[in-house]
């Protein structure tokens, strides 16, 4: 079954920088895309980013856009989300999910979610 | 603020009929899932393009969407469908999300 298991999430200072990896299993890698999804505390769900199955193409949302990147390494079958300039409205349990669509360069749709892990940007 | 408009809170009696809506402008010309979210847990698909159910979601959840709405129903509510229902949508390069309908089932 798939499984998307997220980790690297912790307190961070405002300004800092933090890298969230998500290791995948279940499925193959290398043919479905990859999504970022946040939910701040006691929040609905906010779209943060995406990745192709094979890489190349990337898409954010603008309130991200210039400060996380998205990127997979298909050889550890892992995606990351490499989160710079980190303020208090980053503050959130950032999910890992699959697409829904093989091979999708198109419309990106979420369906299995790991568990997330919680960033928490506070002094 | 969200993308895509939906009721913040929505009640049913158990085994009444559920309707969730979403809605943006031209929504029907998207393809809309749906999510089921439960306190402490991870969200789950339950609708996607616009009226499929993944394998394993029962046949009291259905959804439609034509015009500038998309609406998920939940025929015979049962106590185990209290959650909260997020929609979503692919636009422009741009994932959306709704801002989420909290389902009482009193």
């Known amino acids: 079954q798939v499984q998307l298991v997220e980790s690297g999430g912790g307190v961070v200072q405002p300004g800092r920088s933090l890298r969230l990896s998500c290791a995948a299993s279940?499925?193959?890698?290398?043919?479905?895309?990859l999504h970022w999804v946040r939910q701040a505390p006691g929040k609905g769900l906010e779209w943060v980013a995406v990745?192709?199955?094979?890489?190349?193409?990337?898409f954010y949302a603008d309130s991200v856009k210039g400060r996380f990147t998205i990127s997979r390494d298909k050889s550890k079958n892992t995606l990351y989300l490499q989160m710079n300039s980190l303020t208090a409205e980053d503050t959130a349990v950032y999910y890992c999910a699959k697409d829904l669509s093989l091979y999708n360069s198109g419309s990106y749709r979420p369906d299995y979610w790991g568990q997330g892990t919680l960033v928490t940007v506070s002094s | 603020s969200y993308e895509l408009t939906q009721p913040p809170s929505v009640s049913v009696s158990p085994g009444q009929t559920a309707r969730i809506t979403c809605s943006r402008e031209?929504?029907?010309?998207?393809?809309v899932c749906w999510y089921q979210q439960k306190p402490g847990q991870s969200p789950v698909l339950v609708i996607y393009q616009d009226t499929k159910r993944p394998s394993g979601i029962p046949e009291r959840f259905s959804g439609s969407n034509s015009g500038n709405t998309a609406t998920l129903t939940i025929s015979g509510t049962q106590a185990m469908d209290e959650a909260d229902y997020y929609c979503q949508a692919w636009d422009s390069n741009t994932g959306l999300f709704g801002g989420g309908t909290k389902l009482t089932v009193l």
């Open positions: 031209k929504l029907g010309d998207l393809y």
């Open positions: 990745i192709s199955y094979d890489g190349s193409n990337k």
């Open positions: 279940g499925f193959t890698f290398n043919n479905y895309g």
